[in-house]
């Protein structure tokens, strides 16, 4: 079966430093993935897309990795600061435009 | 990136009795999507809706239950119909942006319903 799972354990980390959220998949080939920061009671809120034939791909401080190979996302943030804490989504899709999430991770970033 | 005015925000309903939540985009799009968050659970997909066809039901989702409209191409509803507590979740709209240039997805605020 199709599977998205990202840590489900808190992260937390001390301000400043660089926070690393994995997402691994199964049973996908996905033509791109997705991140997206959700804040309690919120909508997610789209933050980075990286396409299968990508990489790297970085928006200010937020860096994405994409591994078609490993089936792997890695999501950093440099720099962290508390207004970073929030829960942070994997999203992907197999085929069309429907997208599929995983569980998220927590992030908290203490001063 | 579009803009999503979804409501009601939230609501409080009685078990038997059903619920319509409206989603209104600032611009033209092809697809909507409906989604369901349980509480501590991510996202998951109930249907895309296309206008001026029928909506497409994800495994485990009813129209019966879960009646969509897509009227035109900046409007959709989704209702929960028939309720009972294990309904109580929040109901997320969701469309596409930047077309096939793909710019990520833009969600509504979401509806928080809570059935007793």
């Known amino acids: 079966s199709q599977k998205i799972e990202q840590n489900s354990e808190a992260l937390n980390i001390q301000e400043g430093k660089t926070a690393t959220l994995t997402c691994n998949y199964t049973n996908y080939s996905p033509a791109y993935l997705q991140w997206y920061r959700q804040d309690p009671g919120r909508g997610p809120v789209f933050l980075l897309l990286i396409r299968e034939n990508e990489k790297e791909k970085r928006k200010e401080r937020l860096k994405v990795t994409f591994d078609t190979t490993l089936k792997q996302s890695l999501f950093h943030i440099t720099a962290s600061q508390p207004a970073d804490s929030a829960t942070y989504l994997c999203?992907?899709?197999?085929?069309?435009?429907?997208?599929?999430f995983g569980k998220g991770t927590s992030l908290l970033v203490t001063p | 990136s579009a803009v999503i005015s979804q409501k009601p925000s939230r609501d409080i309903c009685q078990r038997g009795t059903s619920l319509t939540i409206q989603c209104q985009v600032d611009?033209?799009?092809?697809?909507m999507f409906w989604y369901r968050q349980q509480p501590g659970q991510s996202l998951t997909l109930i249907a895309t809706?296309?206008?001026?066809?029928?909506?497409?039901?994800e495994s485990g989702f009813v129209i019966d239950k879960f009646p969509i409209s897509r009227p035109n191409l900046t409007f959709s509803t989704l209702t929960v119909s028939n309720m009972s507590p294990e309904d109580s979740s929040i109901y997320l709209c969701?469309?596409?942006?930047?077309?096939?240039?793909?710019?990520?997805?833009?969600f509504g605020s979401g509806t928080r319903l809570t059935v007793v």
């Open positions: 999203a992907l899709s197999n085929s069309g435009y429907a997208l599929n």
């Open positions: 809706a296309n206008q001026g066809s029928e909506a497409t039901y």
């Open positions: 611009s033209q799009v092809t697809m």
């Open positions: 969701s469309v596409v942006s930047g077309g096939v240039n793909l710019s990520g997805y833009t």
